[in-house]
């Protein structure tokens, strides 16, 4: 999302470091890290409350149930375009039948 590389990131630990000094640096990233997820426990919660509210789960729901439908219905259309057996004679009868003749006339 942001691009940050591992050379980015080396940089600014370095400054940090220069800036604060080693003696604060621990205590500064332990809050920074505590912040860090206390944001991100508030913005999950407020995704959640939101999803709730809107009724997310029902949406997924129903967009799951039409496209099983699609799928099926689909199906459906690929089956009746098949042409139905009962309709078609089999071909292979007819060489079968002509070589016995052939035979039957090369015959003494």
Do not use: C, Y
Not at 5 to 28: H, S
């Amino acid at each position: 999302m942001f691009d940050i590389g591992f050379a980015e990131l080396l940089v600014i630990a370095v400054v940090a470091l220069v800036v604060m000094g080693p003696e604060r640096l621990p205590q500064t990233l332990r809050t920074l890290g505590l912040w860090i997820g206390r944001i991100r426990q508030t913005f999950s919660s407020l995704r959640q409350e939101l999803e709730n509210e809107v009724g997310m789960d029902d949406i997924r729901r129903q967009l799951h149930n039409e496209k099983l439908m699609r799928g099926l219905k689909n199906a459906k259309a690929e089956i009746e375009d098949l042409p139905n057996p009962q309709d078609t004679k089999s071909d292979t009868d007819q060489p079968l039948v002509e070589t016995t003749r052939a035979a039957d006339e090369t015959k003494p």
